[in-house]
């Protein structure tokens, strides 16, 4: 009887960290605010772009970068020399950014 309750904590927990690891910060994150919106987009390979859209002009930048994420660390590289870093709180639906001044924006993920 107390083997099989073990065996059942030992699958909970497996189930348990099976939905943690997937959680990925691959994808598109959205910001959207009254006069623009801003959307990172983060491949598998590294690479990503940063597009912010004007709603008033109707014009879009895009930014493309490399980054690293490891742990709770995220590091954007423009190419300018500049990295910047930030602190990562991810969800399923969520991607908030904490800068070293403890800034923070949260995107959306679109779908």
Not at 30 to 53: A, C, I, P, Q, R
């Amino acid at each position: 009887m107390i083997l099989l309750t073990a065996g059942f904590v030992s699958c909970s927990k497996s189930n348990d960290d099976d939905s943690e690891s997937k959680l990925t910060i691959v994808g598109s994150w959205l910001l959207d605010g009254v006069d623009y919106t801003k959307t990172y987009t983060f491949t598998s390979n590294g690479t990503g772009t940063y597009d912010s859209y004007d709603k008033e002009t109707e014009k879009t930048e895009t930014d493309p970068f490399k980054y690293t994420y490891s742990g709770d660390q995220l590091v954007i590289d423009y190419g300018d020399g500049d990295p910047e870093t930030y602190t990562v709180t991810l969800t399923e639906t969520t991607l908030k950014l904490a800068d070293s001044d403890t800034h923070s924006i949260t995107y959306t993920k679109k779908k």
